[in-house]
């Protein structure tokens, strides 16, 4: 899977994810002992974006999981096809309900933390609560990326040390700097060129977006990659 208020700050940004970083998250998350499930996926969007605008994240990630038959909670802040569990990790009401409803081992974050208007240490300390103990915590944030608000873009732009420094009482196990595409040739894949062509040709709608477009059209993109065992 954001505007000022918490309650609108878990879903993923639908333009982040990128191929190269779907390929470090399904080597992850097949590498997981069988006891690190279920996985909880904060922020996930709908199943229309998971498996047909970027149809690799189920293709590379999701798919082998369920026909290993390991558990995966889809979660996200509307009651949408593919979203299993509706809640906003950062309200700890929702924290407690979803840790005790569902026992989760493994919490997946995916280009969530960019969008929030708490601080990332906070965000960082809410995700390592809504695992058990000495489970897994994965998280990706655009390192080299253009202002892309979803409604808002916060600038946090760590590198995957930088990141994995949010979680000081955990233990670090992977980090990777994922290197992406051109960044115009992702977003059309994410868009169709039409409809990226037509959005590059009209500055006057949402000008500071356009300006990153334009300004990233042929930049490559960086995603910083952490998983890190909770205590």
Same mark, same amino acid.
């Given at each position: 899977?954001?505007?000022?208020?918490?309650?609108?700050?878990?879903? %993923?940004?639908?333009?982040?994810v990128?191929?190269? $970083?779907?390929? /470090?998250?399904?080597q992850?998350?097949?590498?997981?002992?069988?006891?690190?499930? @279920?996985?909880l996926?904060v922020?996930?969007?709908t199943?229309?974006?998971r498996q047909?605008?970027?149809?690799?994240?189920d293709?590379?990630?999701?798919?082998? *999981?369920?026909a290993?038959g390991?558990e995966?909670v889809?979660?996200d802040?509307?009651? $949408? #096809?593919?979203?299993?569990v509706v809640?906003?990790?950062?309200?700890?009401?929702?924290?407690?309900?979803? %840790?005790?409803?569902l026992?989760?081992?493994?919490v997946?974050?995916?280009?969530?933390l960019?969008?929030?208007?708490?601080k @990332?240490?906070?965000a960082?300390?809410?995700l390592? $609560?809504?695992?058990?103990p000495?489970?897994?915590?994965?998280? %990706?944030? #655009?390192?080299?990326?253009?202002?892309?608000?979803?409604?808002?873009?916060?600038?946090?732009? #760590?590198?995957?040390?930088? *990141?994995?420094?949010l979680?000081?009482?955990?233990?670090?196990?992977?980090?990777?700097?994922?290197?992406g595409?051109?960044?115009?040739?992702h977003q059309?894949?994410?868009?169709?060129?039409?409809?990226?062509?037509?959005?590059?040709a009209?500055?006057?709608?949402?000008?500071?977006?356009?300006?990153?477009?334009?300004a990233?059209? /042929?930049?490559?993109?960086?995603?910083?990659?952490?998983?890190?065992?909770?205590?």
């Amino acid at each position: 899977m954001e505007h000022c208020s918490n309650r609108s700050a878990c879903r %993923t940004t639908l333009v982040c994810v990128l191929e190269a $970083e779907a390929h /470090w998250l399904a080597q992850v998350v097949a590498a997981l002992p069988d006891d690190a499930f @279920p996985l909880l996926n904060v922020g996930s969007s709908t199943a229309a974006f998971r498996q047909d605008e970027q149809s690799f994240i189920d293709e590379l990630v999701f798919e082998p *999981l369920r026909a290993r038959g390991r558990e995966v909670v889809h979660a996200d802040l509307k009651r $949408e #096809p593919g979203v299993d569990v509706v809640m906003d990790f950062t309200d700890a009401q929702d924290r407690r309900r979803v %840790t005790e409803q569902l026992g989760v081992r493994t919490v997946l974050c995916s280009n969530v933390l960019e969008h929030l208007s708490i601080k @990332p240490t906070d965000a960082a300390h809410h995700l390592v $609560e809504l695992c058990a103990p000495r489970g897994y915590v994965i998280v %990706t944030v #655009p390192r080299r990326y253009g202002y892309h608000a979803d409604p808002i873009d916060n600038g946090f732009r #760590p590198s995957a040390e930088q *990141l994995a420094a949010l979680f000081p009482n955990c233990e670090s196990i992977a980090a990777a700097n994922v290197v992406g595409p051109v960044l115009a040739a992702h977003q059309a894949r994410a868009r169709g060129w039409p409809r990226y062509l037509m959005r590059v040709a009209v500055p006057v709608y949402k000008p500071r977006a356009w300006a990153a477009s334009v300004a990233w059209f /042929w930049r490559r993109a960086e995603i910083a990659c952490v998983l890190v065992r909770t205590p």
